[in-house]
């Protein structure tokens, strides 16, 4: 326990320092990327991309999957050398514009970060083969609990992911931990201040319909999401010249913001302005379609960047329709219909249910926990079937399998 206790916080500590980085990264490099016009800037974040990769293939894409391939069949091993490359690879993604969040590329930054604390030798001989899983595991919790500023709600993302909505408690503790060490030291740093910002709202019980009609329509809307960014990536995986992918996803994102500017970079700046008032139903359709292709053409083609924001994103637009619709003028029920809506898009799109009424929890306000709750039931009810991570580990299903032999082994010898 004492073990434990020290290195997990040690990784957090690294973990939320590199949360801090990437954040001050892209915003630095969205300096640079501002001066070039918006149809041309993801084309040439691409090309400065393509050259990264060069060095690191293992850079590219949105990092869940090689994060869950790592600790699920490399025992947590991730070259410390993706830590720069990563780091380098999403701030030019994000910086010149594309579309895309930055759950993936943390959760290698703090895998990666935790890999290269292994090696020390004052640590090396503490951490046994078979332990140092649960390390990365702790560097990647540390990332996303400091820049989701989620100290729960990260931990539990990172051990959830990986074996599709299911917790294991020898990873999970550890891994919270380490979350709230890297939320602490993002708030000294940074910004401690909850990620968006929620009117004064107390939720009543005749709203739970419209809370759950909110979660249905974001959770369709999910499904569609992951069915037209499922195509394009088995398109641009099958397809030659892959060293020039994506320059090709940053000319075809150009296209699009350039029509539709907000649907550029995260878009959290959007997503709050969601939460604070409705917009008309046919800009919210364009934004739907814009960030799904956006997204889509970015991630899809080998671009850094994650898929929760653009999962919030969805789930805003659904949420903000909803309102729209029936007409809300109470800025607070507005508000909880597009928290219902985010926390479906994300348990539905990520398969975290748990993580995601937490996390939405942490990043708006315990107020609106009641939307948060029943929006992710919803929509990972509608959205497990589909799994748009760690398709792409060949080992990972058998490794998930091999888990649950394992327990129920234990279990048998018990009794």
Request: glycine share 12%; with cysteine.
């Amino acid at each position: 326990m004492t073990k434990w206790l020290t290195i997990a916080t040690f990784a957090g500590i690294g973990g939320g320092l590199s949360a801090v980085v990437l954040s001050r990264f892209i915003n630095w490099v969205g300096i640079y990327g501002g001066r070039f016009p918006l149809w041309i800037a993801p084309a040439i974040g691409g090309v400065i991309v393509s050259i990264i990769y060069l060095y690191d293939r293992d850079a590219s894409g949105f990092g869940t999957d090689h994060y869950i391939c790592a600790v699920n069949t490399k025992h947590g091993h991730l070259s410390f050398k993706t830590l720069y490359s990563k780091l380098a690879a999403t701030a030019v993604t994000l910086g010149f514009k594309g579309s895309g969040g930055v759950e993936g590329p943390m959760l290698v930054i703090g895998g990666s970060l935790a890999d290269g604390i292994s090696r020390l030798p004052i640590l090396r001989k503490y951490i046994s083969e078979h332990e140092h899983h649960v390390l990365t595991i702790c560097g990647a919790a540390g990332a996303i609990g400091a820049i989701f500023r989620s100290p729960l709600g990260g931990g539990i993302f990172v051990v959830e992911v990986l074996y599709h909505s299911s917790l294991h408690y020898s990873d999970l503790f550890p891994a919270i931990l380490s979350s709230i060490m890297g939320f602490v030291i993002y708030g000294m740093l940074k910004d401690p201040t909850p990620l968006f910002k929620i009117p004064d709202y107390l939720p009543n019980v005749f709203n739970v319909p419209l809370f759950v009609l909110a979660a249905i329509v974001a959770g369709v809307a999910s499904l569609l999401f992951m069915a037209i960014f499922g195509y394009i990536k088995a398109y641009f995986d099958k397809s030659p010249y892959k060293k020039i992918h994506p320059i090709i996803g940053g000319l075809l994102t150009g296209l699009i913001i350039l029509f539709l500017p907000e649907t550029a970079g995260t878009g959290t700046n959007i997503i709050q302005n969601m939460i604070n008032e409705n917009f008309p139903i046919t800009l919210l359709m364009l934004l739907f379609i814009g960030k799904i292709f956006a997204t889509s053409f970015t991630v899809g083609s080998g671009g850094s960047a994650g898929l929760v924001i653009p999962a919030l994103f969805i789930g805003a637009i659904a949420g903000n329709s909803v309102s729209t619709l029936i007409g809300a003028t109470d800025v607070g029920l507005s508000a909880s219909l597009v928290i219902a809506g985010m926390a479906a898009s994300l348990a539905s799109i990520a398969n975290v249910p748990i993580a995601a009424a937490i996390m939405l929890v942490e990043m708006v306000g315990l107020r609106l926990g009641v939307p948060a709750a029943l929006g992710s039931i919803i929509g990972y009810a509608i959205g497990h079937s589909r799994v748009i991570y760690g398709v792409t580990c060949p080992d990972h299903w058998q490794f998930e399998q091999n888990v649950e032999i394992k327990a129920s082994d234990k279990k048998l010898d018990s009794h």
